[in-house]
């Protein structure tokens, strides 16, 4: 009967931490979305003068766009046939965090790798990933 208690007051604990994380990563979500929006154009802009020097497919590449308004370090990019995505890391506590934007529906597909990914439009979403675990930096 102790035993049974004890599982009890462990799997009530999970679930409050459980409860009380979960706000706060929606809550961060929305902020980031929020901030993209605002930034939006400046996104657009680095998206528009990146693209056409993009030349080979590759699983992961860094371009430096010196900005740090925009992306904490690099941006990094992946590139399968005329599909391309391209992260703006904002965040990185445990996880990287930030937006992507995807060429086309293929692109959108790269990030189901990444442990969480939340369309804001036709070409962008916020993503959280783990670090290293598909792109070498």
């Not at 931490?17 to 706000?23: R, Y």
């Not at 939006?40 to 998206?47: P, T």
């Not at 934007?101 to 916020?126: G, P, R, T």
């Amino acid at each position: 009967m102790k035993k049974a208690g004890m599982v009890f007051i462990d799997l009530c604990i999970a679930f409050l931490l459980d409860t009380a994380m979960n706000p706060a990563l929606e809550l961060y979500y929305q902020t980031e979305k929020i901030r993209f929006h605002v930034l939006e154009s400046r996104y657009e802009q680095v998206v528009k003068e990146t693209i056409p020097s993009l030349i080979n497919d590759t699983e992961g590449e860094c371009i430096d766009i010196n900005s740090h308004i925009l992306c904490d370090s690099d941006i990094l990019y992946r590139k399968r046939d005329k599909s391309v995505a391209i992260l703006f890391t904002t965040g990185s506590t445990g996880n990287l965090t930030g937006y992507a934007y995807c060429s086309d529906e293929n692109a959108f597909q790269m990030l189901e790798e990444y442990d969480y990914y939340d369309k804001i439009n036709e070409h962008w979403s916020v993503f959280k990933m783990y670090p290293l675990k598909n792109i070498e930096r």
